[in-house]
């Protein structure tokens, strides 16, 4: 090249083409646009099912469902794609706990990283090393980066999960999977398991309710306790409600997991009875009695 910058920029000044900024957001802009996404407050605990918003060329105004619900448009929307409440996705990076904090606008919004979004490496290939050093820690639920765990014999009542690797705090311990029902269903099937004394309903969002009863994975195993070590977290993957259940501390391998599921007073009196009845820590499947599961972390 045996121009410099300056000549090249008077050549298409003489030529008539002028340089725009036509589509193209200045730093000011795009922290102001950045600064109205923040500013929508997501209620983990009380979230619905998102519904994309199909209106082309018009702006998202009180009529849209987005607008609506108080939950940002996303890419699935049919909105003008310079919506200032689409959601931008992070922009973090650095080496270590990328994405792992409030400070990532993903984590801190209730919802992994987007590789189609995020400016951080959520979108790079799946590699250990990498990973180590500079990945993105939000992205566990959409790849399935489980720990090692095994069902066996509680100590707490039937069958219980333990962990059979060293696990640090935080880490991604697997997904909590089942059938994905409505409330009114949940509702019904919930009075027949009382009756039964078994139940592993956990509410996802206020439209739908997982049921692992019928079909579900091992962590459906995991026993309640008021000395817990992993916590749930339900959070939103590539426009979807997933439960992730996470180490509230480290473990050692061998370890039985538990979490608190947040019993009512009704349901909370069937664990004592569970434990009276069972002659042995052999007990029956029934002493699994999970009575509808909270999403409240």
């Not at 090249?1 to 083409?17: A, E, H, R």
């Not at 923040?38 to 605990?45: H, N, P, Q, V």
């Amino acid at each position: 090249m045996t121009k410099s910058c300056k000549q090249v920029y008077w050549k298409f000044k003489s030529l008539g083409d002028t340089i725009k900024n036509d589509g193209v957001e200045s730093s000011d802009e795009s922290r102001k646009k950045s600064k109205r996404i923040e500013k929508i407050e997501i209620d983990a605990e009380n979230h619905s099912e998102h519904h994309p918003c199909d209106h082309p060329g018009k702006p998202c105004d009180m009529n849209c469902p987005c607008k609506k619900g108080n939950v940002p448009c996303e890419k699935y929307c049919h909105c003008e794609l310079d919506c200032p409440r689409r959601f931008p996705g992070c922009n973090c990076s650095g080496s270590g706990k990328t994405c792992s904090n409030r400070s990532c606008l993903c984590f801190s919004n209730y919802r992994e990283c987007d590789p189609d979004l995020c400016k951080c490496t959520a979108s790079e290939p799946l590699n250990t090393q990498f990973i180590a050093r500079h990945g993105c820690k939000n992205v566990s639920i959409q790849r399935q980066q489980t720990k090692r765990t095994i069902v066996g014999i509680s100590s707490v009542a039937g069958w219980g999960l333990f962990v059979r690797e060293h696990v640090k705090k935080n880490e991604f311990l697997g997904e909590y999977i089942g059938e994905v029902i409505s409330q009114a269903e949940a509702d019904r099937r919930g009075k027949i398991y009382d009756k039964r004394g078994i139940s592993f309903l956990f509410n996802l969002n206020k439209d739908f309710v997982v049921g692992a009863t019928r079909k579900g994975n091992k962590f459906r195993f995991i026993n309640h306790s008021n000395d817990l070590n992993t916590y749930c977290r339900v959070t939103l993957v590539n426009g979807e409600h997933r439960i992730g259940i996470y180490a509230l501390g480290d473990l050692d391998p061998g370890q039985e997991l538990f979490f608190d599921y947040r019993y009512d007073g009704e349901a909370l009196k069937f664990v004592p009875l569970e434990r009276e009845r069972a002659p042995s820590p052999v007990k029956s499947s029934l002493s699994n009695g999970k009575f509808a599961m909270k999403s409240d972390y």
